[in-house]
């Protein structure tokens, strides 16, 4: 690669800083830093992280980071699909621009638990309180350099959540198996793949074959009929009944 020029030493004539050097020369070696949290890595070290990565994810599926760091390094692919299918959405456009946020803190809980039963807001808190789970537990993205389509995987693990809550899934082994199967035809994100195909292994085999005669079947239709789930401004529909969304969404009535 091109040698690093020091700060101390600006190139002779040219009228530049050395910081000003020192900026041209990341954005030379392709290691610019695009994001806070951006680490800049080759396409040799991506590889070698998402191996890594695919093997704990296998061995432990509730290593949420090593998930995280899979979907990054192999989703090079399908994340400009994810984002021009939202360019070409009114709404998904509206969220590629605004950037809304699903955390503790742009929620309104107490809000979200006073709207009616029935209602996205309300049983999307239900799921958080059922499961014990937090949206401020997804991972920020670290390794793809691109600044739009860094915020596209950030969108869909903030999702997540509610794709449960869509598809009536709990958080257990099975529930996840079968939100991965309909993300993965929704997506097309190896890593959804990848926990679509293998994390069957675990389940016992009366499990198996409700997974099998009803759960994927019903999961992959649902996936192929529905319309692309990061086009909903899901914080502008929490009044909205589930029913209704998934209506709309395309989304069959779980069995």
Request: overall charge negative; charged content about 25%; hydrophobic content about 35%.
């Amino acid at each position: 690669g091109t040698a690093r020029l020091s700060r101390a030493a600006p190139r002779a004539g040219d009228g530049r800083s050395g910081e000003e050097e020192e900026v041209e020369e990341e954005v030379e070696e392709g290691c610019y830093q695009l994001y806070p949290g951006h680490i800049p890595t080759s396409p040799l070290q991506k590889a070698l992280l998402a191996a890594g990565s695919a093997v704990m994810a296998l061995y432990d599926p509730y290593r949420h980071d090593m998930v995280a760091v899979l979907g990054e390094t192999t989703g090079c692919l399908a994340l400009p699909n994810l984002r021009d299918k939202m360019k070409h959405h009114p709404e998904g456009y509206r969220i590629l621009q605004e950037r809304p946020r699903i955390r503790l803190s742009t929620l309104d809980m107490d809000r979200l638990r006073g709207l009616p039963d029935g209602t996205l807001g309300r049983e999307y808190v239900r799921f958080l309180e059922d499961n014990k789970v937090s949206p401020d537990t997804r991972m920020p993205p670290k390794f793809v350099d691109d600044e739009e389509l860094a915020y596209v995987i950030q969108r869909y693990r903030e999702v997540h959540d509610l794709m449960h809550t869509l598809l009536g899934m709990p958080t257990n082994m099975l529930g996840e198996v079968v939100v991965k199967w309909f993300e993965a035809v929704q997506t097309g994100l190896p890593m959804c793949v990848l926990g679509a195909a293998f994390g069957p292994v675990r389940l016992s085999a009366r499990k198996l074959q409700v997974l099998a005669t009803e759960l994927v079947p019903w999961a992959i239709r649902s996936g192929r009929n529905a319309s692309c789930i990061l086009n909903v401004y899901y914080e502008q529909r929490w009044e909205q009944p589930v029913e209704s969304l998934r209506e709309e969404i395309g989304i069959f009535p779980p069995p």
